[in-house]
């Protein structure tokens, strides 16, 4: 049976994408951002997954408002990078666990979740920039095959942060019924505080990110039960996106070992940081 | 959820911005796609009236009001395509929205050290 081997959480914030387009990494400004990355490439090489787990939410670059899913699965064998109006990214095609992603469609179904299946679909930075944070930038092919999920964190009503944990625990058991031996790394995305739109744009809260980070791992309960405002009041509007976390920490032990944590305040206009946790 | 606990100065992306919004939102997603960019770039009134944007919603977008186009429903995840094509850099569509300089908005938004 294929494994989870870890889970990562992590910001997916675009500006990290094109300082890396633009080969701005090693710039005092971002620098201490990607030096806090290093562990978990290192995390990675040393524990070889096969497949990795996406959860992320599209910015209004595969899917419009004309049908606005709660929850997608990919199951296509290839997704294309999207072009998000600066013209194509220099960055691989991922290629998709096809198997993997029916059965966990399978799955989630059976356990009364009712997600879009999707075939033909392009993958945003959300999916794009966390890879590249975990992977570094491969010049033919990533190492891993993806399994996309794609949370709708932009159009209200988005789901609970209850409802986030209920479909890791179905993630986990899909993972580990699938016959095979993959080994397989989640990566939960988004965040951490940040507000785009409004007059409170540029929001951010430190304590909470750092409350977060330091409680995620040993307290999820607490996050998985409060409610949509409290997120978006405490880690502003886009901020929400922090929910998305909770599907990777849902589908992990309740005990987990925290191998890593990273923050960086700001990285364009978002408090950025990331956690990789070990079943205990 | 509903805005019916409104969080201040925080407009969250409801059934009433989407339904205003929509071809606002519906425009500026098609800049995702290189011939929309070069029509959009070429004339953009037009580009606007074959998405039939009303008048309100038109002169917010020429005039890159970008505090007026997320009252009038536009998302910003739709519309930074637009500051794309410009190019407009995010932190001065955060500073306009919070109606600062860029300056301030960095200092007291951002928490980056003045000079």
């Not at chain 1, 709660?70 to 997704?79: E, K, L, N, Q, S």
């Not at chain 1, 993997?100 to 009364?112: I, P, Q, R, T």
């Not at chain 2, 955060?94 to 109606?99: E, L, P, R, T």
Request: hydrophobic letters at 40%; a negative charge.
């Amino acid at each position: 049976m294929a494994e989870i081997i870890g889970g990562i959480g992590t910001s997916h914030v675009p500006s990290i994408g094109v300082a890396l387009d633009k080969g701005l990494d090693q710039t005092p400004v971002w620098k201490p951002f990607f030096d806090g990355y290093d562990y978990t490439k290192e995390w990675i090489a040393e524990h070889k997954p096969d497949v990795a787990v996406v959860v992320f939410n599209d910015h209004g670059n595969a899917m419009f408002l004309d049908r606005v899913p709660t929850f997608t699965v990919g199951v296509a064998d290839r997704y294309k990078p999207a072009d998000e109006g600066w013209g194509p990214r220099d960055i691989p095609d991922f290629i998709g666990a096809e198997d993997m992603s029916w059965h966990f469609a399978d799955k989630l179904v059976e356990n009364h979740f009712d997600p879009m299946i999707a075939r033909e679909i392009t993958v945003d930075h959300g999916l794009q920039v966390p890879m590249e944070l975990c992977f570094g930038r491969p010049k033919d092919c990533w190492p891993v095959t993806i399994l996309p999920i794609w949370v709708n964190t932009v159009q209200y009503p988005i789901p609970t942060p209850q409802r986030c944990w209920d479909m890791g625990k179905i993630l986990r058991d899909a993972i580990e019924s699938f016959p095979g031996d993959e080994r397989v790394v989640i990566l939960g995305t988004g965040g951490l505080s940040h507000q785009l739109q409004g007059a409170r744009a540029g929001f951010l809260n430190e304590a909470a990110d750092r409350d977060w980070l330091s409680t995620i791992a040993r307290d999820p309960d607490k996050w998985r039960s409060m409610r949509r405002e409290d997120y978006v009041e405490k880690f502003g509007s886009e901020g929400a996106e922090l929910i998305m976390w909770l599907v990777m920490r849902g589908a992990m032990n309740s005990d987990v070992t925290v191998k890593h944590t990273h923050y960086h305040l700001p990285a364009s206009m978002t408090g950025a940081g990331c956690i990789v946790l070990e079943n205990t | 959820m509903s805005n019916n606990t409104p969080i201040a100065q925080t407009p969250l992306f409801d059934r009433k911005a989407s339904i205003r919004g929509y071809k606002l939102n519906k425009m500026a997603m098609s800049l995702g796609e290189a011939p929309n960019r070069i029509a959009f770039l070429a004339d953009e009134e037009a580009f606007l009236d074959s998405y039939g944007l009303d008048d309100e919603t038109k002169t917010a977008v020429m005039s890159r009001n970008w505090h007026e186009m997320v009252r009038l429903g536009g998302n910003l995840f739709f519309i930074l395509k637009i500051s794309a094509v410009d190019p407009t850099p995010i932190i001065a569509i955060g500073a306009a929205q919070a109606g600062m300089s860029v300056e301030d908005f960095m200092v007291q938004r951002l928490g980056k050290k003045n000079g």
